[in-house]
């Protein structure tokens, strides 16, 4: 099993462009989320998807969107890039999410994808 | 979710026991404590997480006081690939979705 696979690794995006980050797990989890670590700071959540088919904003959306494309594969989508989201993007999966009552629910992250915006 | 206290640097000797604490003095009695590590550049790991007993697995030990206000991440034989930030999180379940608060950890430095 890969686990949980990021591409890509590295990108440089000049101001107002746009790219997509991708995510798949292999684990057969069912929810999925897209952190963001800046440096010197803990990770904050972007978005996260409970379930296929759906998806709830987190702490820090704005200028993201997300598209979970089906159960294994979770994208993150930056319209039009700015300076202030040049940072370190982990997505990460889990059996479940925490709206249950089961506990257990560690969560996998993949190795991260680090952004700068120039 | 409960707010969690950690010193924001320790030291630990290759070989000894690392021990790692954890403020949660205000824990309520559905939130869980969980344990994550980042090891420079790299996504967080899971270690571990309880509830109120003791726990332990083949990476670490967890001990939760009592009272649940306090609880020690032990990793009994530390080694230099176990330097990493170590991060405390009270994880509350049922009702919304939620998410994992990340703060800023403790920076363990395993040393030769």
């Known amino acids: 099993n890969a686990g949980v696979t990021q591409t890509p690794k590295f990108q440089v995006l000049k101001t107002g462009q746009s790219m997509t980050l991708q995510c798949a797990q292999d684990?057969?989890?069912?929810?999925m989320y897209w952190y963001r670590q800046d440096p010197g700071m803990g990770l904050r959540l972007i978005y996260y998807?409970?379930?296929?088919?759906?998806?709830d904003k987190g702490e820090v959306p704005n200028g993201y969107n997300v598209s979970r494309l089906n159960k294994r594969e979770f994208s993150l989508r930056l319209e039009s890039a700015a300076p202030s989201q040049t940072s370190v993007y982990f997505c990460?999966?889990?059996?479940?999410?925490?709206?249950?009552?089961?506990?257990?629910?560690?969560?996998?992250f993949g190795p991260g994808t680090r952004l700068t915006v120039l | 979710d409960a707010k969690t206290t950690q010193p924001p640097s320790m030291d630990c000797a290759e070989g000894r026991a690392a021990n790692l604490p954890c403020n949660h003095s205000?824990?309520?009695?559905?939130?869980?404590v969980y344990w994550y590590r980042q090891i420079h550049s790299q996504g967080p790991q899971y270690i571990i997480h309880?509830?109120?007993n003791n726990e332990t697995n083949e990476m670490a030990s967890l001990i939760i006081t009592e009272d649940r206000k306090s609880s020690t991440l032990i990793l009994p034989h530390a080694t230099l690939r176990d330097t990493a930030v170590y991060y405390c999180?009270?994880?509350?379940?049922?009702?919304?979705?939620?998410?994992?608060?990340f703060g800023k950890g403790t920076k363990l430095s395993v040393k030769p």
């Open positions: 990460a999966s889990s059996v479940r999410g925490l709206a249950g009552t089961q506990p257990g629910n560690e969560q996998f």
């Open positions: 684990m057969n989890h069912n929810s």
């Open positions: 998807s409970a379930s296929e088919g759906t998806t």
């Open positions: 205000t824990i309520s009695g559905n939130e869980y």
């Open positions: 309880g509830l109120k």
């Open positions: 999180i009270a994880v509350r379940y049922g009702g919304s979705q939620g998410n994992l608060i």
